[in-house]
């Protein structure tokens, strides 16, 4: 079993900057890629931006240079910094982390989500 839980959503103001964490645990030999998406009512899910496991990374244009994708391999942890947040950002936050298993192939578990609201 394995368990991916979003966190750092909150509410900020225009401008301003949070950091989400994407944790992964359970039974796993690895942390492969990840990626962060987000849902804002009434929309589809967005992607955002994904870091694979030998540290390259891909933004959306829409969060390119204000969103900064990072990991902890030691903590089976990616985060999300986010800067220069805007109303338009407001959304939840979900994490797709895909982990490596002996035998079995490489699978993507989805998180919760978090939610980030941004106020003018």
């Known amino acids: 079993q394995v368990n991916v839980v979003e966190s750092g959503g909150g509410l900020v103001q225009a401008g301003g900057s949070l950091r989400l964490s994407c944790v992964a645990s359970?039974?796993?030999?690895?942390?492969?890629?990840v990626s962060w998406h987000r849902q804002a009512p009434g929309n589809q899910r967005e992607y955002l931006a994904t870091?694979?496991?030998?540290?390259?990374?891909n933004y959306a244009d829409s969060v390119r240079g204000r969103f900064t994708i990072s990991r902890d391999n030691a903590k089976n942890t990616v985060y999300l910094q986010m800067n220069s947040l805007k109303t338009e950002d407001t959304a939840v936050y979900y994490c797709?982390?895909?982990?490596?298993?002996?035998?079995?192939?490489?699978?993507?578990?989805w998180g919760q989500g978090t939610q980030v609201t941004v106020t003018s």
């Open positions: 359970g039974n796993f030999w690895s942390l492969g890629s």
């Open positions: 870091l694979n496991s030998q540290g390259v990374t």
């Open positions: 797709n982390a895909h982990v490596v298993r002996v035998g079995r192939p490489v699978t993507g578990y």
